[in-house]
């Protein structure tokens, strides 16, 4: 039996502190952890109701504006929430502030939002990144309608935000202000006190903008906004060549001016009210004759839009130019670009100079009409994607947010910059497959297969075979004797080496017979080598496979080329010297999926073919068109080495060798870009190299040390 026994008073009194002690630690614990809690930035709301906060701000709130930096000002350890390497963006409710009267009479405040400010709300709850749990999010959206600063009371602003909850000194909050400043000094923030947050804002100087913390967006205009514009700006027949939006900027002399040189220079004004009925067009402009011309359709009968600054750098004229297909000609030199960030406007837009004002009609006629062309296309396609609505505006800004806040998520290039369409060539040729689709990598014990287009340098062809079977990757060589005339070497003659030699004798002597898509080619990646290649190490060849098992759906390769436009006889050129940039990668030794045969051989246009045949010329180039235009990637060139010429060879041998072999190959590449109504080529200015190449270090430590030389 179990017997229970009294304890003493002095141990029951010891064992009652020592309770109570441990109910103190806990409250304690709990209250100390709610503190933290909310030194973090953790908060609940649950009162719609807010106290309005007397002003106590220091010096430091004005010194924000300019020292504040992505790793200064905002904390990114609140962002560490989502496992999908997204945002969480908290959208405050709509309070209802109370302050206190002089004479200690409560008054009740609900700040007014635009609709356009609703509309950027609306899309950051339905986007990907919303957080509804204050306690979870990363950063933070004020019902606070900032976008326009004209007739704001900027201290009552400023008392709004340091009275919601989680303000933090405006820490990892997000402030919108299209239009920041007032007269008559328009500057280019908000004039309110914000703190630590960050900006999107719409009129940012260099001196101003924050850079990698602060984003410039466009001003958008809703008074203009209209889908009509996007359907018919593709028109090319425009008669306007150049019209230019004053803002009253320019000088009755430089009007003149402008107006001298063509009937296809249009300069525009405001216009005053006696000279419009106000009922005519929300929006019109006029000219120095008094002409009253509707607003922004006069900009859809002009190629190039001058800009010239208003009162703020940033300008609905802008947006307005994009969205009618005017391509905007930037005339200021502080000016930071919307999502500049992201976008390269150097492929959409012209930026000229103060100083070269006088000049920029001369400018803009030197630039070939195909170029203006591709930019129109691409221009439409920017607003359609980022500028269209503020909710693209929107969407765009938290997409460059996430990238700085998690870099594993960034985007390329060519995500931002190109657009996302089927190749031009599916509008002629029936073609199933996704653009940009992953070509799956190989394992890479598969190997790689060699195929070498040869006529009748047997010798140089036995080099070459001996040369690249010193690869371990290596499966196959795949010869394609392209002599009909004549039968290949016999079986006893061609080298000896561990991996099989196929031969397959062609029916007729063509170029394009190195793109077929032979049953033999077993393998998905492709070797494509010429016949007097004999140069490349087995280090090179085993980096330049290694580097397409990293990127199988690109060219990547040895030899670099690049294609340049020349304006004094407006046309491209191929260009065969050593530059710093490179936009093709020759297919005399290049590594590729071997899909791209089938391509080459059965979707490419059959005129590109018969083009490359008939001249004996280009076949690299057409591969090169097709592949960056499937894929929207730049080639990818592999080691140093540049030269490429056989030594033992003579001159007689190679099809270069012919006066107009560069003269060709000039022509055949505007009539492929004809063909791919386009152009698909890409410049880049880098190159893959081994991690520990040039370092001074043994070379039992390298895994590539015989890289070749240059």
């Not at 309770?19 to 503190?35: A, E, K, T």
């Not at 908060?43 to 924000?64: A, C, D, H, M, T």
């Not at 221009?379 to 997409?399: K, N």
Request: charged letters at 20%; aromatic letters at 12%.
């Amino acid at each position: 039996m179990f017997r229970f026994r009294r304890l003493p008073f002095q141990t029951r009194f010891k064992a009652c502190n020592v309770c109570v002690f441990i109910g103190v630690l806990l409250l304690l614990s709990l209250l100390i952890g709610h503190l933290l809690l909310n030194s973090n930035g953790t908060f609940s709301i649950s009162k719609q109701k807010r106290v309005l906060k007397p002003l106590q701000l220091s010096g430091k709130e004005e010194n924000f504006k300019t020292t504040c930096r992505f790793h200064t000002c905002f904390e990114i350890n609140d962002c560490m929430f989502d496992v999908n390497d997204k945002i969480g963006v908290y959208v405050y409710p709509q309070f209802e502030f109370i302050t206190a009267g002089a004479s200690d009479i409560s008054h009740t405040y609900t700040p007014q939002l635009s609709k356009e400010y609703q509309e950027i709300l609306k899309a950051i709850r339905s986007s990907p990144y919303y957080q509804p749990n204050a306690s979870r999010a990363c950063m933070f959206v004020a019902a606070l309608d900032t976008l326009n600063q004209n007739g704001m009371r900027l201290d009552l602003m400023t008392a709004l935000f340091n009275s919601l909850p989680g303000w933090r000194g405006g820490r990892n909050h997000l402030v919108w202000s299209m239009l920041p400043g007032s007269s008559p000094d328009f500057n280019t923030t908000p004039d309110f006190h914000y703190g630590k947050a960050m900006v999107a804002g719409g009129s940012f100087s260099r001196a101003s903008y924050r850079m990698g913390y602060d984003i410039s967006i466009p001003v958008f205009n809703p008074l203009t906004h209209s889908s009509k514009y996007i359907t018919s700006a593709h028109e090319s027949n425009r008669p306007h060549f150049l019209t230019i939006l004053s803002h009253g900027w320019l000088s009755r002399e430089q009007m003149i001016q402008f107006a001298d040189s063509g009937d296809d220079v249009a300069v525009l004004e405001g216009c005053s009210t006696d000279k419009v009925a106000q009922d005519m067009y929300p929006w019109r402009r006029c000219t120095p004759n008094g002409d009253v011309l509707p607003y922004p359709d006069v900009l859809e009968h002009s190629s190039y839009c001058l800009l010239l600054p208003g009162t703020r750098y940033g300008s609905p004229d802008f947006t307005d130019a994009m969205m009618t297909g005017c391509i905007p000609v930037v005339l200021d030199d502080d000016y930071v670009l919307p999502f500049s960030e992201v976008i390269d406007w150097l492929r959409v837009s012209v930026r000229v100079w103060s100083h070269e004002l006088g000049d920029v009609v001369g400018i803009l006629r030197a630039i070939p009409d195909m170029m203006t062309r591709e930019m129109r296309e691409q221009v439409l396609y920017l607003y359609r994607r980022y500028f269209s609505s503020m909710a693209a505006i929107t969407m765009t800004t938290l997409d460059i947010i996430n990238e700085r806040v998690f870099p594993m998520a960034v985007h390329s290039y060519e995500w931002w910059n190109n657009q996302q369409f089927e190749p031009s060539i599916t509008s002629q040729f029936q073609y199933s497959y996704p653009v940009g689709m992953n070509l799956p990598a190989a394992p890479p014990t598969e190997g790689f297969t060699t195929v070498i287009l040869t006529y009748d340098r047997v010798n140089m062809l036995f080099e070459a075979i001996k040369s690249v079977a010193k690869s371990p990757s290596l499966a196959k060589v795949l010869v394609v004797w392209n002599n009909v005339e004549k039968p290949p070497p016999p079986v006893e003659e061609w080298p000896r080496i561990k991996k099989p030699i196929q031969v397959i004798r062609s029916k007729q002597n063509k170029l394009s017979n190195r793109f077929f898509p032979y049953s033999e080619i077993q393998t998905s990646a492709v070797l494509a080598l010429d016949d007097d290649i004999t140069m490349l190490t087995a280090d090179e060849l085993e980096f330049g496979y290694k580097a397409w098992q990293e990127f199988p759906d690109r060219l990547v390769g040895f030899p670099g080329r690049v294609h340049v436009y020349d304006f004094k006889r407006h046309m491209r050129r191929y260009e065969s010297e050593w530059l710093n940039n490179i936009s093709l990668v020759l297919t005399g030794a290049a590594f590729y999926h071997k899909f791209y045969h089938y391509l080459y051989s059965h979707v490419m246009p059959h005129e590109i073919r018969e083009w490359v045949d008939q001249h004996m010329n280009c076949e690299d180039i057409a591969m090169n068109f097709l592949i960056a235009n499937f894929s929207g990637q730049p080639p990818l060139k592999v080691s140093p080495r540049k030269k490429f010429k056989c030594p033992t060879c003579s001159s007689e041998e190679s099809l270069w060798s012919d006066p107009q072999h560069y003269q060709e190959r000039d022509e055949c590449i505007n009539i492929f870009e004809k063909f791919f109504k386009g152009m698909p080529l890409q410049t880049v200015k880098f190159r893959l190299d081994p991690v520990l190449y040039k370092d001074s270090i043994e070379e039992r430590f390298q895994s590539y040390p015989n890289m070749g030389e240059l």
